[in-house]
């Protein structure tokens, strides 16, 4: 018998080594129902208990207050601040250069006194005179440039030696244009100007980007902080009754260790459990003051007391996760996508055009003026007329080219690296669109967690609740003593803070969501 129950043994051995094996580790993964749970959640009636009523300012409105805070106390936002002005300076400077300039210019006088030999007899003449001109200049969408002058130029002469006198007039209208070719994908691309503005405007886009977005995290970071502060003041509020329990545990430690009803070593124990809760009140106190400090640049003495919770229904955030159009979303408000969107627009502007100081240039200039021998002793007006009867137009056309072989070494340096830029864009914008996934995955896994949260400290408050309520009907019996009912109290206020915690920290989510345009 003994032999068979070996061999049976060994038999149910080998089976089990033959049969075992490790878990499937990667199960698929469930996904939970949590909506028919929510709808059984007493938040209602915790919150009547525990926020109406309540003095203090909700985390929205702080939202709202602190973009003028942070623009007066953070030197990196006002460093991003002045960035965007010096780029709508820029803007605006190359917007006015798109207009047409008017300039004057006067030589009120000029005197000259000369002296020459012709055929040997010596001729000296004294001049007086003064111009005046005035000029029209226009940028061309081309990247040209258009000018108008017209200029105005009156002498009076004495000749000194056959002692007469006349007046002169010269008038003079010229044109001239300036125009480099083959800066874009024509000879003359007439779309230069407007696409180095848009670049421009690009510019100031992403200024601006880089701004909101970094203003939005220090506005979440400072609402961040102020949830841990009014967690922390809970939690010394939490600790100093326990420690003031502990204290009273130690007095009758005490007496009854003098009395020698309990023991030196569970005398010992009641001192360390005191004096651990003293080290943790301590520690949260020390992290509340330096907080507190790190909080006072932006708040200056104005640190809101108490957080209060707005009128926020946390169970309406899950459903938004729904919608297919949430992404995109996402994307239109990303610092990061958007950037990259930008420089992809920038890269290709610069990529259809070449660099100006080495194009080829095209210049023409048209010279109109009248030509006339003016009469001796002629008065000022008279000198007028005699120009218009006798004078005879002389015009001057030139046409100009200038080129140089850094054109072509310098178009082909160009075009490569906006290639480049170009590929380097699209890959930033794949990257910055799996980052976004990534993030709105890691917002709805988060929401997720806060809400499962929620649900267990509703149900572990409301047992708590009902056992404090217990508690309380034992003392009135005299069955118990007030330090049970205080340390009972305590952990009904425990229970209480973590759901206002919890609930906190779904309203500063969905702050960030409303930062997104998610909401």
């Known amino acids: 018998m003994k032999e068979k129950l070996t061999a049976l043994l060994i038999i149910l051995f080998i089976a089990g080594i033959l049969f075992a094996s490790y878990p499937n580790l990667d199960s698929p993964k469930e996904e939970y129902e949590l909506a028919s749970s929510f709808a059984s959640v007493p938040l209602d009636s915790f919150l009547t208990a525990w926020n109406s009523g309540l003095e203090g300012v909700t985390l929205q409105r702080l939202y709202s207050e602190l973009p003028a805070r942070l623009a007066a106390s953070d030197a990196d936002l006002a460093q991003l601040e002045s960035v965007v002005q010096l780029q709508q300076a820029q803007l605006d400077f190359s917007l006015a250069q798109a207009k047409t300039r008017l300039s004057l210019q006067a030589n009120p006088y000029s005197y000259s006194d000369t002296t020459v030999f012709t055929g040997g ?19 061309l969408p081309t990247a040209g440039s258009v000018s108008v002058t017209a200029t105005q130029s009156s002498a009076y002469s004495i000749n000194m030696t056959q002692s007469n006198e006349a007046w002169s007039h010269t008038p003079q209208l010229s044109v001239q244009l300036q125009q480099p070719l083959w800066i874009g994908e024509r000879i003359i691309d ?23 977005a970094l203003q939005e995290a220090l506005i979440i ?43 030196r070593q569970s005398l010992e124990r009641t001192k360390l459990v005191y004096y651990q809760i003293l080290s943790t009140l301590n520690g949260v106190q020390r992290e509340l003051d330096e907080l507190q400090i790190t909080m006072g640049t932006v708040w200056e003495g104005t640190l809101p007391d108490q957080i209060v919770l707005s009128d926020l229904d946390p169970f309406s955030l899950a459903p938004l996760f729904d919608d297919p159009q949430l992404l995109g979303k996402y994307l239109i408000s990303d ?22 100081s080495d194009a080829v240039q095209l210049s023409l200039s048209l010279q109109l003026s009248p030509f006339y021998t003016p009469s001796a002793n002629s008065s000022f007006f008279d000198s007028f007329d005699e120009m218009f009867r006798n004078s005879h137009p002389v015009v001057s056309f030139s046409i100009g080219l200038s080129a140089s072989d850094l054109f072509r070494r310098t178009s082909s340096f160009r075009s490569e690296t906006s290639r480049i830029a170009i590929e380097q864009a699209n890959l930033s914008i794949t990257k910055a669109r799996e980052e976004a996934e990534t993030a709105l995955r890691a917002i709805r896994s988060q929401l997720q967690g806060y809400l499962l949260d929620l649900l267990v400290q509703l149900e572990d408050y409301t047992l708590v609740q009902m056992q404090w309520e217990t508690e309380q009907i034992r003392f009135e019996a005299k069955l118990i003593d007030q330090d049970v009912l205080k340390a009972k109290q305590l952990d009904w206020y425990q229970s209480a803070f973590d759901v206002l915690q919890t609930l906190r920290n779904i309203e500063l989510l969905q702050l960030r969501m409303q930062g997104r345009q998610l909401l």
Request: charged fraction near 20%; glycine fraction near 2%.
């Open 190 to 212: 007439t779309s230069y100007q407007k696409a180095q503005l848009e670049k421009q405007q690009l510019s100031l886009s992403t200024a601006n980007l880089s701004k909101d």
């Open 121 to 139: 007899n010596e001729i000296r003449t004294k001049r007086h005179s003064f111009s005046v001109s005035s000029s029209l200049a226009q940028a």
């Open 221 to 263: 970071q400072n609402l961040s902080l102020l949830n841990l502060n009014q967690a922390l003041k809970e939690t010394r509020f939490i600790l100093q009754g326990r420690a003031a329990l502990a204290a009273s545990n130690l007095n009758r430690a005490e007496s009854d260790f003098e009395a020698g009803l309990i023991s």
């Open 335 to 356: 610092p990061t996508y958007q950037q990259a969107l930008k420089d992809l627009s920038k890269a290709m502007i610069d990529g259809r055009f070449s660099d100006l």
